[in-house]
């Protein structure tokens, strides 16, 4: 799609015509919806599961680890953090 314009495209032609062309506009809620379901399976993928060894000698405090990254992540992950804003990584 060589002619789709980008986000800042798209707010530059609002803000000169105050409008999307219908065209433009179904676009970008098709870009939306992408990115909705994008975030959907990251969020899936990365979801919490119990931690083993909770509460004895060997992990005495972290009580889930993530599914996506694996045994000894803790949840929430970088990537569930990255979603939620945090900039730390």
């Known amino acids: 799609m060589s002619d789709e314009l980008s986000i800042d495209e ?3 032609e609002v803000n000169e015509h105050g409008v999307l062309d219908i065209d433009q506009a179904e676009e970008l809620l098709s ?7 994008a975030v959907a399976r990251v969020r899936e993928k990365h979801s919490p599961v119990p931690a083993r060894y909770y509460g004895t000698d060997l992990n005495p405090h972290r009580k889930f680890d993530c599914d996506g990254c694996g045994e ?14 945090d900039t730390r990584g």
Not at 75 to 80: D, H, K, L, T, V
């Open 31 to 37: 870009r939306l919806e992408q990115a909705e379901q």
């Open 72 to 85: 000894g992540s803790p949840w929430p992950c970088s990537n569930i953090r990255a979603l939620d804003g």
């Open 10 to 12: 798209m707010r530059a």
